[in-house]
């Protein structure tokens, strides 16, 4: 419920786990297995999240948060606004003869 709200929040607002991390000052790995309900979390770092996608500590523990603010519960993901890395291509192999 916890791993849920923190993701369709973050997914509704258009932040990457990056931008996420940044922001809360921990580091992306966490957010993705805490996303994921791999990690247990202390009460600091529910605030550090709470601010960082500027909400109420308590709404995140809510488990019907997504109902409450609307929330589409199919989104998994945060649009991508760039590539990080510019797309190269290899030169394909020619073909044997």
Known sequence: ??????????????????????????????IGSLERGERNISIDNIERLAKAIDTLPHELLDPALPKLLGLDE??????????????????????AE
């Open 1 to 30: 419920m916890f791993a849920r709200n923190v993701r369709l929040v973050r997914v509704s607002k258009e932040m990457s786990q990056e931008a996420m991390a940044a922001e809360a000052q921990l580091d992306r790995t966490f």
């Open 74 to 95: 199919t989104a998994t993901r945060a649009p991508r606004k760039a590539r990080v890395y510019p797309a190269t291509r290899r030169p394909r192999a020619k073909p």
